[in-house]
């Protein structure tokens, strides 16, 4: 089982900027997908980005697609979320898991599968 640890979280003002990163124990990234989803209060966790094993296919929803950026660093076992332009909108808890793999231009899903993290909270003020 994936073990992935979230972390960079924090309290942004409106048009600012954070760096969300997912750590693997070990190897635990090699030849996997990784998904970023979000969960905000009261509403279901949804997929925002994904990026293939190899990091060359990168998928994102529509609410954040322009202003988020995924990335992995597979020597550092992390794949990271760069989250430019933030509103009160993307106040949420982010996960990171493993996804399905792409390539998602060509049309495969971004789906979140297996076990989820404790997150961090990202909370952007108005």
């Known amino acids: 089982q994936v073990q992935l640890v979230e972390s960079g979280g924090g309290l942004v003002q409106f048009g600012g900027s954070l760096r969300l990163s997912c750590a693997g124990s070990g190897d635990a990234l090699d030849g996997i997908a990784i998904a970023w989803s979000r969960q905000a209060p009261g509403k279901e966790r949804k997929e925002v980005s994904c990026i293939s094993s190899s990091g060359t296919s990168t998928y994102y929803s529509r609410s954040v697609k322009g202003r988020f950026t995924i990335s992995r660093d597979n020597a550092k076992n992390t794949v990271y979320l760069q989250m430019n332009s933030l509103t009160p909108e993307d106040t949420a808890v982010y996960y990171c898991?493993?996804?399905?793999?792409?390539?998602?231009?060509?049309?495969?899903?971004?789906?979140?599968?297996?076990?989820w993290g404790q997150g961090t909270q990202v909370t952007v003020s108005s």
């Open positions: 898991s493993q996804a399905t793999g792409g390539p998602y231009e060509a049309g495969y899903p971004c789906v979140a599968v297996g076990s």
